[in-house]
């Protein structure tokens, strides 16, 4: 009974995904940094993916993979939520881009790529208001 109206502690579903999203992203990275490109190069499988493009889509996939973990800790700052919601939709944007205008993702890879963006983004954009509502009534009830 000591637990009503206490905090749960504990990362929410939202953090939890986002760690899946980032750990995924971080197996991109790998690939485009220190493996074969296998996962880098299926991206982009009609282009030819030089080194310098493998790790500059491995550092960028890297950043957004920090900004998933930050935010999957962090879902009350607004700050980071905003960064790692945005980063999501311009990764996933340009991804469509280079479908629809340059054809140099095939549908398949941009599908496995949908798997893991758009439901966060989608989640993210559905619980924009939602933790940091929790953080400030927290903080105003402690106030005397």
Avoid: D
């Amino acid at each position: 009974m000591a637990s009503v109206g206490k905090k749960q502690a504990g990362v929410p579903a939202l953090g939890w995904w986002l760690m899946v999203v980032g750990t995924v992203r971080l197996a991109f990275t790998w690939s485009c940094l220190f493996g074969s490109g296998a996962l880098c190069s299926a991206a982009y499988p009609q282009a030819q993916v030089s080194n310098v493009h493998g790790r500059t889509v491995g550092v960028w996939t890297l950043l957004s993979c920090t900004l998933c973990f930050l935010c999957a800790f962090n879902l009350g700052s607004r700050p980071i939520y905003a960064a790692t919601f945005l980063s999501l939709v311009y990764a996933y944007g340009h991804f469509l881009v280079e479908y629809l205008l340059y054809r140099t993702v095939r549908p398949a890879n941009l599908v496995g790529l949908g798997v893991f963006a758009v439901p966060a983004i989608v989640w993210m954009l559905a619980e924009w208001n939602t933790h940091g509502r929790r953080l400030r009534t927290a903080a105003t009830a402690k106030q005397p």
